[in-house]
């Protein structure tokens, strides 16, 4: 008897999950398909399900989902992270967001495909959050405008079209008290505890809290690897939080994990241009993926 064949959903599913493993460099995460997603919970990643039309902007957003979660897998220590992170609830905010940035610009400058799906979950996450509609009067979402001028800074893009006019209204400002630490992330985008010390720099320069001195900095984490804690993925715009860990693989391993990350990608924007037949996707949005492997905020 002939095997069933798949349906364009299914080949979307699986191409995006096999090339998440591979950005993450995680053969063992778990990918399901979930209307809570995004999340990452240890090694269980959780997405969106897939939209009946895979050709829209939707499957891009969901793409980019993936790559953020992916990348904070492979390019985020948790526990560093911490020993830095400020205490109140402002420099905090920018502390999370400027880390996002960082994850992401790391992906962003390494491939043109992952690029271009975090492009568009930052833009819907513009949309979402209403940054394309500030008003003047309300207090800026200073997390979301640093965000925002980290990656220009990091990746050499301006901000979306929906949230370049509140970025440029408070640029001005920002640049006068926090430039020259700006300057400063790019020689440490892969250094993730010297970019957090920068980034508290930025913190303290925007008055929201304290530099760091020699006497309350904290030891250097003795542990790269990826934290298996639960957590959801911070940027949607950079805000899906997504995890952990430093890649380590040879050069052989990695040039084939690029490969087959290329291969599954042209897969799964392959499957966007086939029409659907039948609503077979929503019975099995919930499926987990095999094991095998996948850089704002809400």
Do not use: C
């Not at 530099?211 to 030891?219: F, G, I, R, V, Y």
């Not at 542990?223 to 298996?228: F, I, L």
């Not at 952990?244 to 990350?261: C, F, L, P, Q, Y």
């Not at 966007?272 to 987990?288: F, I, K, L, N, V």
Request: proline content about 6%; cysteine-free; glycine content about 6%.
């Amino acid at each position: 008897m002939a095997a069933k064949s798949e349906t364009p959903t299914e080949t979307f599913k699986r191409a995006l999950a096999h090339a998440a493993r591979s950005l993450a460099e995680q053969p063992d995460l778990e990918i399901t398909f979930s209307g809570d997603g995004p999340q990452l919970n240890g090694k269980h990643a959780i997405l969106p399900h897939p939209p009946r039309d895979l050709s829209g902007k939707e499957s891009a957003r969901i793409r980019g989902l993936a790559d953020q979660i992916a990348l904070r897998i492979a390019h985020h220590n948790d526990a560093a992270h911490a020993r830095l992170r400020p205490a109140s609830q402002a420099a905090r905010a920018v502390y999370e967001a400027v880390e996002t940035a960082r994850i992401e610009a790391i992906g962003a400058n390494a491939m043109a495909g992952v690029r271009a799906n975090l492009t568009a979950a930052l833009e819907a996450a513009v949309q979402k959050k209403g940054l394309n509609r500030w008003e003047e009067s309300a207090p800026p979402p200073l997390a979301d405008i640093v965000s925002l001028m980290v990656r220009e800074r990091l990746t050499g893009e301006a901000p979306p079209d929906g949230a370049k006019a509140l970025v440029d209204r408070y640029r001005a400002e920002i640049e006068a008290k926090a430039g020259a630490d700006l300057d400063r992330l790019a020689a440490s985008l892969d250094d993730q505890a010297a970019f957090a010390r920068v980034a508290r720099a930025i913190i303290a320069d925007l008055d929201l809290g304290e530099a760091l001195s020699e006497e309350t900095e904290p030891d250097e984490p003795g542990d790269d690897s990826a934290s298996e804690q639960a957590q959801e993925p911070e940027n949607e715009t950079g805000e899906s939080e997504q995890q952990e860990g430093e890649s380590a693989d040879s050069d052989d391993a990695e040039a084939s994990d690029r490969k087959v990350d290329g291969e599954d990608q042209d897969e799964a924007e392959a499957a966007e241009d086939d029409s659907m037949s039948d609503s077979d996707d929503e019975a099995d949005a919930g499926d987990a993926e095999p094991p095998g492997r996948p850089n704002a905020r809400d």
